[in-house]
């Protein structure tokens, strides 16, 4: 199986940046995709960004192309989400997720394995 733990959550001013560190640990070599999920509170769970684990390739949101970039660094197993330009819309909690499998890059349902969420709040 494969853990995950996000960090790097917290309260930033409308315009600010966070970056979130998502740590893998277990089977990591078996990772197709890591992907970042929001929820806010009243809200649906909404994709934010995927990267492919090892091959070449990065998927956005609508809502945060331009403004979130989404990494990883295989030698560490941590995947990373650099947040700038953060509005209000985008407190949430965010999820840190892993796909075994062939999927969807937005698909909540294909990812396998999901951290405990980190709290991202922009006061405006």
């Known amino acids: 199986q494969v853990q995950l733990v996000e960090s790097g959550g917290g309260l930033v001013q409308a315009g600010g940046s966070l970056r979130l560190s998502c740590a893998a640990s277990?089977?990591?070599?078996?990772?197709?995709?890591i992907a970042w999920f929001r929820q806010a509170p009243g809200k649906e769970r909404e994709f934010v960004a995927a990267?492919?684990?090892?091959?070449?390739?990065?998927y956005y949101g609508d809502s945060v192309k331009g403004r979130f970039t989404i990494s990883r660094d295989n030698a560490k197993n941590t995947a990373y989400m650099q947040m700038n330009g953060l509005r209000p819309e985008d407190a949430a909690v965010y999820y840190c997720?892993?796909?075994?499998?062939?999927?969807?890059?937005?698909?909540?349902?294909?990812?396998?394995?999901w951290g405990q969420g980190t709290q991202v709040t922009v006061s405006s």
């Open positions: 277990g089977r990591t070599s078996s990772i197709v995709a």
């Open positions: 990267a492919n684990w090892r091959a070449i390739g990065t």
């Open positions: 997720a892993a796909r075994m499998y062939s999927g969807g890059y937005s698909t909540a349902n294909d990812y396998s394995y």
